[in-house]
């Protein structure tokens, strides 16, 4: 398994219930995701350049980062909650393919390389979610929702294929 945590569905049992939104938010729920590198690496040499061996990239959910407004559930708002959740998962395998590809000539030289592959996802899905939101007024846009929702599928239904770039 490259990624655990992901696919998965979301519910609202995985939501905590808030009085109101956040003072300064404009949005009645929030998924808060993560990802996280693998926990333990192994690293092999071949062919002169050392890579990373088999190994594991997590994506969880973030439970104080993950809350609906009370009384604002609704099937629309999950399936929005979901996109989120979805291009969390889709950059994790993104991320996992980074890792994957790392070649490197030392262990320093490598641990620096992947350091800067998690900066780089970690931009990426920031962007991504700041655009998701931005572009379906968090859920309120059905059209640009409609468009989001066939993009993250089509990527899934490719291989968990990436993303395009903010």
């Known amino acids: 398994m490259a990624v655990r945590g992901w696919p998965r569905l979301l519910l609202w049992q995985n939501f905590r219930v808030i009085a109101s939104s956040p003072q300064g938010v404009n949005e009645d729920a929030q998924t808060e995701a993560s990802i ?3 926990e333990r690496i192994q690293v092999v ?4 350049q050392l890579r990373l061996a088999s190994f594991n990239v997590s994506v969880r959910i ?8 009370r009384g604002k559930p609704t ?3 999950l399936a929005h909650e979901q996109g989120h959740w979805d291009i969390a998962g ?3 395998h ?7 590809s790392l070649r490197a000539s030392s262990q320093a030289d490598l641990a620096q390389l992947a350091e800067a592959a998690l900066q780089r996802i970690q931009t ?4 991504l979610q700041a655009k998701y939101d931005r572009e379906t007024s968090h859920s309120r846009n059905a059209s640009a929702q409609t468009q989001w929702a066939m993009l993250i599928r089509t990527c899934i239904a490719n ?3 990436a993303l395009p770039n903010p």
């Open 75 to 77: 099937n629309t708002l």
């Open 94 to 100: 993104e991320y996992h393919r980074a890792l994957e």
């Open 62 to 69: 973030v439970p104080h980062g993950t809350w609906v407004v």
């Open 159 to 161: 291989g968990n294929r």
């Open 45 to 48: 040499s071949g062919g002169g």
């Open 90 to 92: 889709l950059t994790a």
């Open 36 to 38: 996280e590198p693998p």
């Open 124 to 127: 990426k899905v920031d962007g």
